[in-house]
């Protein structure tokens, strides 16, 4: 099994995909409108060291795998993931990461995970997986007509590709 991060998200974008979707081209741009999964979507199960989850959208460290067993017998299909090593994983919902570290943030919020928008409802994230929790309070959205009572929250994760763009050094101002 390759300990890949774009592996993992291919394995669980899979099994999520767009409903309502629909596509426009307006001056050689494309423009997709998609909305997410309805609430009753059959998603899989997933099992973690053999224990059933809680949840439909896990989000923690590729690296952390040891094997990947997919199985089709049910209408939604199982998903059982080993780790390397068998250790208690906490997962959060963004709610919860919300509450626990972004406490200035309005009771309304937007959720991202590396970018892309996730479903609070169906979403967790391993908390020791989490890099950092960036908020855009209200007033800092100076949006005409936009709702002024709703936070934008962005997590990264542990990545590879996170941690490499938070390690780079950046100086700004310098030129010619």
């Known amino acids: 099994m390759r300990s890949n991060s774009k592996l993992l998200t291919l394995i ?3 099994f999520l995909p767009a409903v309502g979707f629909s596509q426009i081209k307006k001056d050689s741009i494309e423009v997709k409108y998609s909305q997410l999964l309805p609430k009753k979507a059959n998603l899989p199960s997933y099992f973690l060291n053999g224990v059933l989850l809680d949840l439909k959208n896990p989000v923690f460290s590729s690296e952390q795998i040891a094997s990947i067993d997919i199985k089709n017998e049910t209408p939604s299909g199982e998903i059982y993931i080993t ?5 208690q ?3 959060l919902t963004p709610l919860e990461i ?9 009771s309304a919020a937007i959720y991202f995970v590396d970018g892309q928008v996730i479903d609070e409802s ?9 890099l950092s929790v960036n908020v855009t309070l209200p007033g ?6 936009a709702n002024q009572n ?5 997590i990264s994760t542990r990545s590879k590709e996170n941690l490499e763009k938070f390690n ?3 100086i700004k101002g310098l030129g010619k």
């Open 12 to 14: 669980f974008v899979s």
């Open 83 to 87: 780790t390397k090593n068998d250790r």
């Open 89 to 91: 994983i906490t997962f």
């Open 98 to 106: 919300k509450n626990k570290y972004a406490k200035r943030a309005s």
């Open 122 to 130: 169906t979403t967790k994230i391993e908390e020791g997986y989490i």
């Open 140 to 145: 800092d959205l100076k949006l005409k007509g």
């Open 150 to 154: 709703l936070s934008l929250i962005q």
């Open 168 to 170: 780079e050094v950046r």
